[in-house]
């Protein structure tokens, strides 16, 4: 059973930063890229940031140049910081991991973690 545990959403003021962070089975988390999207309310989810197994990154082009998503390893996990956050960047930021086979596949979710950035 893979598990995705997400933390570290809340309430911050425009120009604000947060950190996610999101720790996965370990059974999974080193053969795989790991993923950040979101969802605002109305609106279809979208990939935030990726980050293969090697390292290896990409962005959303909303978000490039204020968010960084990086990998330990060791610990399992998978961090987003949000920095100059902006009110269009409220969401629940979903943690995924990625096919080993199929790019932009995603197989398993966390829970999801809320995101709201006050004006």
């Known amino acids: 059973q893979v598990q995705l545990v997400e933390s570290g959403g809340g309430l911050v003021q425009a120009g604000g930063s947060l950190r996610l962070s999101c720790t996965a089975s370990?059974?999974?988390?080193?053969?795989?890229?790991m993923a950040w999207h979101r969802q605002a309310p109305g609106k279809q989810r979208e990939l935030v940031a990726r980050?293969?197994?090697?390292?290896?990154?990409n962005y959303a082009d909303s978000v490039k140049g204020r968010f960084t998503i990086s990998r330990d390893n060791a610990k399992n996990t998978v961090y987003l910081q949000m920095n100059s956050l902006k009110p269009e960047d409220t969401a629940v930021y979903y943690c995924?991991?990625?096919?080993?086979?199929?790019?932009?596949?995603?197989?398993?979710w966390g829970q999801g973690t809320q995101v709201t950035v006050s004006s």
């Open positions: 370990a059974s999974i988390f080193s053969r795989n890229a």
């Open positions: 980050i293969t197994k090697g390292g290896m990154t």
């Open positions: 995924a991991v990625e096919d080993r086979l199929v790019v932009n596949l995603y197989n398993y």
